[in-house]
């Protein structure tokens, strides 16, 4: 399958709605980092948050692999 056929049905409608506008070719129609963070994605529960010292550790070994 296309993948972006499938995108959608594995993204929330805010989560598809950042990754398009993420992934716009027009560099002057692509979403700034500073504009990204103001999107409903990164409003809605649960919030993101900062990495646990576990999840920098786990993920420190997987990159060495």
Do not use: G, W
């Not at 649960?46 to 993920?59: D, I, M, Q, V």
Request: proline share 11%; aromatic share 8%; with cysteine.
């Amino acid at each position: 399958e296309c993948v972006l056929m499938i995108i959608p049905r594995v993204l929330s409608p805010v989560a598809l709605d950042l990754a398009e506008r993420l992934l716009t070719y027009d560099p002057t129609k692509r979403a700034s980092a500073d504009e990204a963070l103001e999107l409903p994605y990164f409003k809605q529960e649960p919030l993101p948050e900062l990495p646990t010292a576990y999840a920098l550790h786990a993920l420190k070994a997987y990159s060495l692999q």
